[in-house]
């Protein structure tokens, strides 16, 4: 059983983690500043398998991957949001941080409910309030890179021309 | 056929390809900074295979630099050992990168770019497709060569008409963004168009560019016209000749149109870029700080009009200002022109160019409860430093005006 912690809308990836402390590249160390300015809690307060949840254009702003580097660090499951911004998008894909979009989970999901996911069909359910949601599918040359758990090991085993093949 | 982003992804492919369609391109460049290039290199190292092609890496350092600290010191030592080991050339400390790209000559219409960095959409303006990514597909493009694309939709954005004296494109911009909000164009591309484009100057179509990424869209395109070949060639090391192109019956998402004759100078509020207003609404608001300078609004340009507002005047006693040319270029050229010496007369600090104030790093980092007024493309929370700092957009000429006076400013009054 994971907690949600929900965000608001347009979420930056300024308030994901701000370029001062973007100087390391070291996930723990990013995970202890993930959301300092916006939700001062989550940092100390975030428990692994954790679940963010957020409004719609979820990490617009720069092409930091410190930002899905330090939620993945801070041990956090999956991002669920109703939309997400594109760099962001691909950096989650390619680091290996689950996303699942879904405008309905994050209309449906309070602060502070339960929530468990089954990643491969694309299921949330909502314990709290005892709701069931669908995410929207990846497409499938993006599957490919998430199932390998990133941009990296993909490429470690693999051609990227069998990404589009 | 079609849009101009299918049109420059259907010449490089050889074939027509259509909004929807998922791409694999060979990219002509990929372009990464201090920031960005750390992870690039680790993403690189861990894959395990050999560089492609050297000659498409561009490696710049602007975030931070020169180094404020040491950490930031040891990261450019090991860029730089990585640079030296893998036989790369180009690498370029002369300031803001997507500024520095252009001048080098890596930006050409039709050509495909990758950069570890959002605002890499800047190239648009001259007709190359370019986007942002993350650094590990940075470092995964370094091994391939190549990068994928899901064509995008395309909305049309139809400026028309001449905008008034004081109005410059960044007010255009700023209304744009304050119509469509962050998420607007989200997955898209942008492509500007209209009598405004076509008459408007290539330094001030860039600002267009630049900050589409702040609408969400994945590139924001200007179809190459002469003034983007005039510019490519008179500005630019980029060596004739360019390909030219238009849209060829193209079909958009949804059109745009603004008549920007219409329009005043307008600011972004504290703390989002499409919080804009009408600069009147909310002139009077004190500031701590002005800084003219970043990707979006540092050329030769920029540094003119502000200057021609700040010659024989004085900034304000408690308004710290700040110039920071975007790139050595644009420095020497401000210097021989006596710009340079027009802002330190009026009291200002020149900076080395450089991205440092933009992003809280160094060079002008706010205080909790300052307010800062910038030509910058972005005034999230905390992007300057404190999170109880306030950070507001607007002009090169509304920053000048700001500046004389400590308080937001129209700078009408000024161009008489």
């Not at chain 2, 504290?270 to 609404?281: F, N, S």
Request: glycine share 10%; aromatic share 8%.
């Amino acid at each position: 059983m994971s907690r949600a912690w929900k965000f608001g809308e347009s979420l930056n990836t300024d308030e994901i983690i701000p370029a001062r402390f973007n100087l390391t590249i070291v996930p723990q160390e990013l995970a202890q500043k993930v959301f300092c300015e916006v939700r001062p809690d989550f940092a100390p307060g975030v428990q692994p398998g954790d679940v963010v949840v957020a409004d719609a254009n979820f990490g617009c702003g720069s092409s930091r991957e410190h930002a899905p580097i330090a939620i993945r660090g801070a041990g956090v499951k999956v991002v669920i949001a109703a939309s997400f911004a594109r760099i962001f998008f691909r950096n989650a894909i390619n680091i290996g941080l689950p996303i699942m979009e879904c405008p309905a989970a994050a209309e449906g999901i309070e602060d502070g409910d339960e929530v468990d996911v089954d990643l491969t069909q694309g299921k949330i359910y909502n314990r709290t309030r005892s709701t069931e949601f669908q995410a929207a599918p990846l497409p499938p040359f993006v599957l490919k890179i998430s199932e390998a758990g990133g941009i990296v090991n993909f490429l470690k085993t693999h051609d990227v021309e069998e990404l589009t093949a | 056929m079609g849009t101009l982003v299918e049109e420059i992804f259907s010449r490089r492919l050889g074939r027509t390809v259509s909004a929807g369609e998922i791409v694999m391109v060979d990219v002509d460049a990929i372009m990464s900074h201090d920031n960005t290039t750390p992870l690039a290199i680790k993403a690189f190292s861990e894959i395990g295979k050999p560089i492609r092609d050297t000659s498409k890496i561009v490696i710049h350092f602007d975030h931070a630099y020169p180094a404020p600290n040491q950490l930031a010191a040891e990261n450019q030592q090991k860029i730089v050992r990585f640079i030296q080991q893998q036989g790369i050339d180009n690498f370029y400390h002369r300031g803001v990168c997507h500024q520095v790209m252009i001048e080098e000559g890596f930006v050409r219409p039709g050509g495909i770019i990758i950069g570890g960095d959002s605002h890499t959409v800047t190239y648009g303006a001259l007709g190359c497709f370019s986007t942002g990514l993350g650094s590990s597909e940075i470092g995964a493009a370094w091994v391939t060569g190549k990068c994928w694309f899901k064509v995008p939709e395309t909305i049309l954005v139809r400026l028309e008409g001449t905008a008034p004296a004081g109005v410059y494109s960044k007010d255009v911009m700023l209304a744009l963004a304050g119509q469509l909000g962050m998420d607007g164009a989200t997955y898209k591309s942008l492509e500007f168009a209209g009598s405004y484009i076509d008459a408007l100057p290539a330094h001030a179509r860039i600002v267009f560019s630049n900050m589409s990424v702040e609408l969400g869209a994945k590139c924001g395109l200007i179809a190459p016209d002469q003034t983007t070949l005039d510019y490519l060639a008179t500005e630019t090391k980029a060596q004739a000749p360019f390909e030219q192109f238009t849209a060829v019956n193209p079909r958009y998402e949804r059109t745009i149109t603004i008549d920007v004759s219409t329009l005043q100078p307008m600011v972004a509020c504290h703390p989002d870029v499409d919080q804009v207003k009408p600069l009147t609404e909310i002139a009077g608001l004190t500031i701590d700080q002005v800084y003219l300078g970043t990707c979006t609004n540092a050329r030769y340009e920029d540094l003119e009009i502000a200057a021609g507002i700040l010659k024989g005047r004085q900034v304000s006693r408690f308004t710290r200002t700040l110039v920071t040319p975007a790139s050595q270029t644009i420095y020497e050229k401000a210097m021989s022109a006596g710009l340079i010496q027009i802002f330190l007369d009026a009291g200002c600090t020149v900076n080395a160019p450089g991205c440092g104030a933009c992003i809280g790093r160094h060079g002008g980092i706010l205080a909790p409860g300052e307010r800062a007024f910038t030509t910058m493309n972005r005034n999230f929370i905390g992007r300057m430093g404190s999170a109880e700092a306030e950070i507001y957009l607007g002009s090169p000429a509304a920053a000048a005006a700001t500046a004389i006076e400590g308080r937001i400013a129209d700078p009408r009054p000024y161009l008489a």
